[in-house]
């Protein structure tokens, strides 16, 4: 085994990592297998599960898979796929393709309507969330709100948006919300190719889309893998949408977090929203490996 | 310039001899859902300007002087609820809380409260209150044989009705409406909505947004109109006809004929939405408790109905047909009732019980009717000239039903509730709705606790 130059001798080094880590296995290692077990038990906070949580096996599970519940209305499989299309539409396509959408449409232009829509896009990135919850609760109002105000300016009828297209609601607001981030990862991205392989593809007479296709997209490959996997594990564990839709109507906007949150925090049943957050958890470190192993492959073609 | 450690020493002396007599001050912190000017302003008043004022006099001159701080909470009693849970989980929290009595059973079960004389000792049985509050009020705040609060009061629940508007839509005798059936209810209902097309006559509870209040002002008074009660001899009813009467109701109330705002039982804040409703007279008939009369619709509220004493009436919630209702009465109404418990992880329990004891002492008591006329614990309070109190006590008192003081209670609720939004959503029919609250609530209690009325009377 080849020996290993570190500046510093071993023990020093994980003594220096040790205060790091005593954090890291306090707060997220220790409650970590703390959820694992409570899942496997009914414990509660109020109720006689709180006195004397007994071990279930795998009850909490079972029921959440139990095919003749599993896609009704408040349900776990309803919940998933619900989160699904969120993710899909908000994270995926509002925010990654209008980031990079807006990154590339401004990239290499200086003027005062780029600031503008960067700020602005960065402002709704910044506030705190439940000042953007009000502000948005306003905005879709069915009698008072802007939104409908303009509709009904342009000689369209009212729309009720949080009634019935609350699913739709969501995914503009967490697009208007995160955008953002992707548009400044990007441009950054943008900012890193070489000026000269453009230049050159120019000369050669290639058009626009040619430029995206050819040089841009597979110069910020990896950009595009890792503002992916970000945002949808982001996405898939918000819990903003709470503040506007409170995961109604009738559940129709109740997303994985949110189910988590009423089981264990409203009905106070510790044992199966602990069921729910590992699962969670699993699927969440399933996106990490399918998208660490795409950043992996491509940078091996590369 | 330089300054003598002696003078310091001196200074700090001087701090300290101050600061003991401070801190030795016990302070004893209160809650409850009431906000100045707000939700329950009354209990603010009257602890603000009577129960504090005077409960440090009375503890100043006993020479155990104490401060009362009082915090105000705003949000809804589901979230009070869930942060009462959370702080006593912790051994945390106030020392004084006001609490729902049907909070207690799933509190005390769970270990989160404890039983008055556990948390303060023999003063508790000594009080001379009791005796003027019956056993049946005292169970409100009551499980399993121990006593963990004291009770305020009860209440009655009824439907409020807009005699104005029932006039202007041409229903009979609308000065003194009083339907017999929910067949009359609804007839009333689609006559008002004939008149207005824009408005939605009939309001009853229904959806988890509302909480208890769908569980009680809703579905209680309809199922108890039908004979049954969700919980009969000790167990839990999960499939019956008159659960399926009950949800068809609530479709052709909210979904069939849309003579109810189905919006208003699905948004976040329905319940002030049907309030600010009725006070506009969009909505002419709600399901409500005295509360309503006491407190939300008082004058100067932010729900006041303009000129209440001549357009706001109330009439009996009949049965579903005249003699189907629980024990074969032709109207029913359910109780439930409010009160304060001491917190068990309180660090003073006596002069916390001693202020228990004070709030619920006669002349504090009489004090609160002049805030707000109640009906209160105590049978040596009268509620001042209040007809309305005095009438509806009268008449709906020997009429009401209570819900079971049972740990499971709480969570078959949650399930009530989600029932109802199942229906009124128009997400599930009336038979789907009711086989997945079957499934539900025998997950929580277990089948042994459950039974099906439409398979008993099949066999």
Redesign the interface.
Known sequence: MPERRTILPLRTGLLFLAPAAAFVVAFIVLPFFWVAVVSFTNRSLTGLGALHPHFVGLTNYLRLFNPSTFLQPGQFGSSLLITAQFVLFSALIGQAALGLLLAWLFYRRESWVKETVQTLAIVAWIIPDVVVAFAWSAFLDYGQGTLNHIVTAFGFHRVDWLLGVPVLSIILFNTWRGTAFSMLLFSSALGSIPPSHLETAEVTGANAWQKLRDIILPLIRTHIVTDLILITLWTFNTFTPFLITGGGPAFRTEVVSILTYRIAFKYFNFGSGSAIGMIMMLINLAFALIYLSLLRRREGTR | MSVHPRKILLALGALVAFAVPALAQTTLTITCRCVAGGVNDAEVQWLQNYVIPNFEKAMADKGTPVKVALTQFGGTD?ALK?QY??DL?VHKGYDVMAFDGFWIP??A????LKPLETVAGSAVAGWDGWSHISTGIQDIMAYDGHRYGIANGTDVRMIFYRKDILQKAGVPNADAWQPTSWQDILDTAQMVKKAMPDSYPLQIDA???MGEATTLQGYYMLILGTGEQPFMNGKWVVKSQGILDTLNFYKKIYVDTKVGDQ?VQ???DGRNQSFANFRDGVTSMLVESDWFYRSVTKPGSEFAVANRDQVMGWAKMPAEKPGMGVRGQSFVTASGGTGWVLNPNTAHPAEAWDLLAFMNGKAARDDFETYQPTISARDDVPVPNNPFLTNTAKTLLPLTVSRPNN??Y??VS?QIQ?MT??VV?G??SPQQAMD?YA?AVT?IVGADNTVDLLKTASN
Do not use: P, W
Request: hydrophobic content about 40%; charged content about 25%.
């Open positions: 589901e869930q849970a959370l989980s799933e509190f079960s769970g270990g989160l959806g988890t947004n919006r699905l948004v976040k740990d499971a709480a969570k949650e989600l939004e199942n959503s997400q599930m997945a499934a997950q």
